[in-house]
């Protein structure tokens, strides 16, 4: 169990073990949600990435990548061309 205090200005510092655990950096959103009395946080870039690889399911397949190598060919053929 971890513990931060709370300055005047309703600021906490989110612990450090618990900032790498959730890979919390600096800049991120954090959500705050209820559930039954319960009080949660969650990284929203996570969710935000969850969210793209749903939407992006199968998408790949229909590209004609095979494999996580095809994948980064054509990341580092684009950026190339964006590049010249």
């Known amino acids: 169990m971890e513990v931060a205090r709370v300055t005047s200005k309703g600021q906490i510092t989110i612990p450090r073990d618990i900032r790498e655990k959730m890979n919390i950096k600096k800049g991120d959103k954090i959500l705050f949600f ?3 009395g319960k009080y949660f946080l969650q990284n929203s ?6 969210d793209f690889q749903k939407a992006m399911k199968g998408t790949a ?10 994948v980064m060919k054509y990341i580092k053929e684009l950026r190339r061309e964006m590049n010249n």
């Open 34 to 36: 209820e559930d039954n």
């Open 61 to 70: 397949k229909e590209a004609g990548f095979k494999n996580p190598d095809d």
């Open 45 to 50: 870039n996570l969710i935000a990435l969850s």
